[in-house]
Each structure stands twice: as C-alpha cells, then as structure tokens.
Nanobody, 115 residues
Framework: QVQLVESGGGLVQAGGSLRLSCAAS????????MGWYRQAPGKQRELVAAITSGGSTNYADSVKGRFTISRDNAKNTVYLQMNSLKPEDTAVYYCHALHLWDDYWGQGTQVTVSS
C-alpha cells in the first residue's frame, strides 16, 4: 500500500510558477514509476509527467519545456515544478504511483491559472 498526499496547488497568474509536492507513505526508491496527472472540468484525466525508479522522465507535449518532474528518494517525495503557467493548465492535479501491478492515487490539488 502507498498513500500519497499532494500539496502546493493554488491560484497564480498566467506566466507564474508553482511547485507541487507529493509525499508518499513509504520509501519511493523501489516504486516503479511516479507521476502527475491532471483533470480539467469536463475533460478526461491526462498524464502530465512521469518519472521511473531509474530516473527516466516523460512529459505531455503541452508541458514540455515548462514543467519539470523530479524525485527525492530520501524524502519520499516527488515534485512537479511548473513554470510559465497558462490558463489552460488549470485543473486538479493528481499524484500517481505504479508499484508492481497496482495503481495508487492522491486526493488531488487544485491549480488555477488566471489570465
């Protein structure tokens, strides 16, 4: 079992930055992959960024060059640094962990970008 708790969401103006954090209840060293998804009103949940246990990263085309995912194994935490935010980035952001064959989700944190 893995419990995930997100923090760091909020309201920011377009062009601003936010850093989301996802704290896990156990060591993330051996977790296969962790990532961030988002869901805007009326839209499907989509992958934003992911990072494997080996450190490989993957980003949605819409956030490449603006968002950076990272992990701190010592703190059992995954981060999403979001720069140059746009109104279309507004969504609930969810932390996700894939461990063995199980999926784990956080409760989500709201990010609102005003124009």
């Amino acid at each position: 079992q893995v419990q995930l708790v997100e923090s760091g969401g909020g309201l920011v103006q377009a062009g601003g930055s936010l850093r989301l954090s996802c704290a896990a209840s156990r060591s993330i060293f051996s977790i296969n992959a962790m990532g961030w998804y988002r869901q805007a009103p009326g839209k499907q949940r989509e992958l934003v960024a992911a990072i494997t246990s080996g450190g490989s990263t993957n980003y949605a085309d819409s956030v490449k060059g603006r968002f950076t995912i990272s992990r701190d194994n010592a703190k059992n935490t995954v981060y999403l640094q979001m720069n140059s935010l746009k109104p279309e980035d507004t969504a609930v952001y969810y932390c996700h962990a894939l461990h063995l064959w199980d999926d784990y989700w956080g409760q989500g944190t709201q990010v609102t970008v005003s124009s």
